[in-house]
């Protein structure tokens, strides 16, 4: 079955520090696509950065970026220069192969930026 | 442009009461999803709309759970009898195709808190 695990449950960055938050998958489909998406307290969920797994590079979106080992199955979301406005709940999740409809989500990361 | 809508933002009911939560998603977007999220849990898949499609409504915790979706925009995701389980937030998404991916992410509105007391 698919899945994905969250194993932080919570993390603190200073601000402007670089923080990593984990993700690993498991899935049996070779073809597949992974996404992080950011919950401030607002409540919106709000769409970070996508990962193909067919894709030779690491994704990149401004101050984002993802660190796919394919091989280790791991996903992790790289945030540089962390600011105030990160403070969030951040959620990665699969799309696989054979359902494009339902993602499948972590329970997420709670990210505490401190001044 | 405009977002995904949900109305109302909050919604508190007694138990065994009917509600309707009622969704507009972003202008041109093929596909709809409900979502649920309980406190402390990852996104719970409901029911999703493509087009004209028959709907996949695998998600739906029980019959009580029911939800349309008007002229492929608008959509009303209904609860009858409500139990103080089906508190949580509940989501609606939008995407401009079915397979999501990059250049079709899912986008999400804002939700609906649904406290059944």
């Known amino acids: 079955a698919q899945k994905i695990t969250q194993t932080q449950p919570g993390m603190f960055v200073q601000e402007k520090e670089a923080v990593t938050l984990d993700c690993t998958y498991d899935?049996?489909?070779?073809?597949?696509?992974l996404f992080w998406y950011k919950q401030p307290s607002s409540g919106e969920m709000i769409f970070l950065i996508y990962?193909?797994?067919?894709d030779e590079q690491n994704a990149t979106e401004g101050r984002y970026s993802l660190n796919f080992q394919k091989a280790r199955k791991s996903a992790n979301l790289v945030i540089s220069a962390s600011q105030l406005g990160d403070s969030a709940m951040y959620f990665c999740?699969?799309?696989?192969?054979?359902?494009?409809?339902?993602?499948?989500w972590g329970l997420g990361t709670s990210l505490a930026v401190n001044p | 442009g405009a977002g995904v809508s949900q109305s109302p933002s909050n919604k508190v009911t007694e138990k065994g009461k009917d509600v309707e939560l009622r969704c507009d998603p972003i202008?041109?977007?093929?596909?709809l999803y409900w979502y649920r999220q309980s406190l402390g849990q990852g996104l719970e898949f409901l029911i999703y709309?493509?087009?004209?499609?028959?709907?996949?409504k695998s998600g739906l915790p029980s019959d009580r759970f029911s939800a349309e979706r008007t002229g492929g925009s608008v959509s009303t995701l209904t609860i009858q009898r409500t139990q103080q389980e089906d508190s949580a937030v509940y989501l609606c998404?939008?995407?401009?195709?079915?397979?999501?991916?990059?250049?079709?992410?899912?986008?999400f509105g804002n939700g609906t808190r649904l406290t059944v007391t």
């Open positions: 899935t049996s489909d070779q073809s597949y696509g």
């Open positions: 709309f493509q087009g004209n499609s028959a709907p996949d």
């Open positions: 999740a699969m799309r696989g192969a054979g359902n494009n409809r339902k993602l499948i």
């Open positions: 998404a939008s995407s401009l195709v079915t397979r999501v991916s990059r250049h079709s992410p899912l986008h």
């Open positions: 202008s041109g977007h093929t596909a």
């Open positions: 990962q193909g797994s067919y």
